[in-house]
T-cell receptor, first 113, second 111 residues
């Protein structure tokens, strides 16, 4: 069974640009989560989507947004990139809400110059 | 105070030894608990869930103490392949699905 997939694997952008990251969950999983892992910092929760709806968001500015499509895949959009947005962006999926484990994709490494 | 606190290590342990990690969490509403491992520049992988009664998976044993808000992970007969960063992870009550991660404990197994 295929795991969570993410694209692209690496990305280099300049400050002020916009970026879109993509995630496909494990087949059958309806919930998708986005996390940011900046260098030397722990994983920080960004967004949670379930059944196409945004259910929760972390303490990030509105320029971080996303959506979930009917096939449960998801996009994370970051506008007006700042240098401190450089990080590994991880997507996770879980079967349904309610205590099920989250499984992570390999991440997209974003570098902002 | 951080929501999830771990000793960052590093722990340098000889092969075959037993090593224990501890973690404390601040939110008493937390309901689900996990240990993930993360290899360098890779994604976190679920190691095991932690249940109130404690649970074991091969060489790994996890314990939860709700009264003290404390989680532990014990690795017996450590292998070189156990070298990784171990992340303590907490989730609040059902319906709030965000995971809160500790910053991780780095473990290196020495031949």
């Amino acid at each position: 069974e295929a795991g969570v997939t993410q694209s692209p694997t690496h990305l280099i952008k300049t400050r002020g640009q916009q970026v879109t990251l993509r995630c496909s969950p494990i087949s059958g999983h309806t919930s998708v989560y986005w996390y940011q892992q900046a260098l030397g910092l722990g994983l920080q929760f960004l967004l949670w989507y379930d059944e196409g709806e945004e259910r929760n968001r972390g303490n990030f500015p509105p320029r971080f947004s996303g959506r979930q499509f009917p096939n449960y895949s998801s996009e994370l959009n970051v506008n007006a990139l700042e240098l401190e947005d450089s990080a590994l962006y991880l997507c996770a999926s879980s079967l349904v809400v309610g205590g099920y484990e989250q499984y992570f994709g390999p991440g997209t490494r974003l570098t902002v110059t | 105070r951080k929501e999830v606190e771990q000793d960052p290590g590093p722990f340098n342990v000889p092969e075959g030894a037993t090593v224990a990690f501890n973690c404390t969490y601040s939110n008493s509403a937390s309901q689900s608990f996990f240990w993930y491992r993360q290899d360098c520049r890779k994604e976190p992988k679920l190691l095991m869930s932690v249940y109130s009664s404690g649970n074991e998976d091969g060489r790994f044993t996890a314990q939860l103490n709700r009264a003290s808000q404390y989680i532990s992970l014990l690795i017996r007969d450590s292998k070189l392949s156990d070298s990784a960063t171990y992340l303590c992870v907490v989730k609040q009550n059902f319906g709030n699905e965000k995971l809160t991660f500790g910053t991780g404990t780095r473990l290196t197994i020495i031949p």
